[in-house]
């Protein structure tokens, strides 16, 4: 399919098409795609962009960074930032894993020289306020960098209500437990969006505090219908027991969108709690190797000492 046979219709389409997995990303659409990256029409070249967040090779990084640094429209540049976000996941990830072994593709010197072309669009008092929040938001993965977490505090604390609703966007992504109170307390704001913003972070990072408030959006229906939606998965999100209960109750509402986030919501939940007994065990395991600890394991079998010693080094 040439792009000159396309309209701009067309192409947007094949882009929605692309980004929900209805194509693979092979040979021919990674030609497509890159053409469609240079396209005349401003939101053809944005939505080009959006795709390669399911693409984060790293082949990809200069020309988000001229995208970001040079085009003339402010929506490109916002989604060639937010796509450098990816890189900024994808380095966090090898760190975890060892740099050495991990089979992501980024390499620690295209890790850097991201996070350093984001900080320097962050940092920057001349650049505008949207390219400086993206930046924000693709940073925010750095979850153990306190200048990140600076970042974000700053953001917040801005008259710019832009800013703040990145800077709750980006509490999400950061995870810092500091973030629980500023959380809970704009769960009540006035402005919809932040409030909105509110109800989706205290849903991704899990908070107990937040499921009475959640629970109450959920099930007042003189609430705005996204907001409730939005807290009904929320609650399935944070694994509280006290949200099960709720959960099904909504799964039999006669709102057939509330009924069908509530089911989700539901399914989510079971995976959270899977997931923390999971963790529980591990700790339990930790636990337990850790008595060991206070033995003589030289009167022990080799095979148990050789197996604590390994595990303490891990």
Not at 263 to 290: F, G, P, T
Request: proline share 3%.
């Amino acid at each position: 399919m040439a792009t000159f046979k396309m309209n701009k219709r067309d192409k947007l389409a094949w882009l929605a098409d692309l980004e929900e997995g209805y194509h693979p990303f092979d040979k021919h659409a990674l030609t497509l795609l890159r053409s469609l990256m240079d396209d005349g029409d401003a939101e053809v070249r944005a939505e080009a962009i959006a795709c390669l967040w399911d693409d984060p090779d790293p082949r990809w990084i200069d020309l988000l960074m001229r995208k970001a640094a040079d085009d003339p429209h402010a929506e490109v540049r916002a989604h060639a930032i937010s796509a450098l976000g990816r890189y900024v996941y994808e380095g966090q990830l090898a760190e975890l894993e060892d740099w050495e072994t991990s089979v992501l593709e980024i390499s620690q010197k295209d890790y850097a020289r991201v996070v350093e072309f984001l900080f320097r669009i962050a940092q920057d008092t001349e650049e505008a306020t949207g390219a400086r929040r993206y930046a924000i938001e693709a940073l925010a993965f750095r979850a153990d960098d306190e200048a990140v977490f600076n970042l974000i505090d700053w953001a917040y604390r801005q008259k710019d209500r832009r800013l703040k609703v990145s800077a709750i966007f980006a509490m999400a992504r950061h995870g810092d437990p500091r973030w629980t109170e500023y959380i809970l307390a704009e769960l009540h704001s006035h402005d919809p969006q932040i409030q909105y913003e509110a109800v989706r972070a205290a849903g991704e990072l899990g908070l107990y505090e937040a499921t009475p408030t959640l629970i109450e959006f959920a099930r007042g229906k003189n609430f705005r219908k996204p907001l409730r939606l939005l807290a009904v998965y929320a609650l399935g999100e944070t694994g509280d027991d006290r949200a099960m209960p709720i959960l099904e109750q909504l799964a039999r509402s006669r709102d057939r969108d509330i009924r069908d986030v509530a089911r989700e919501a539901i399914e989510e939940w079971h995976a959270v709690a899977e997931m923390e007994q999971m963790a529980e065990q591990v700790m339990d395991d930790m636990d337990s190797d850790a008595v060991l600890d206070y033995f003589d394991t030289d009167a022990m079998p080799d095979i148990w000492s050789s197996e604590t010693a390994t595990f303490s080094r891990n």
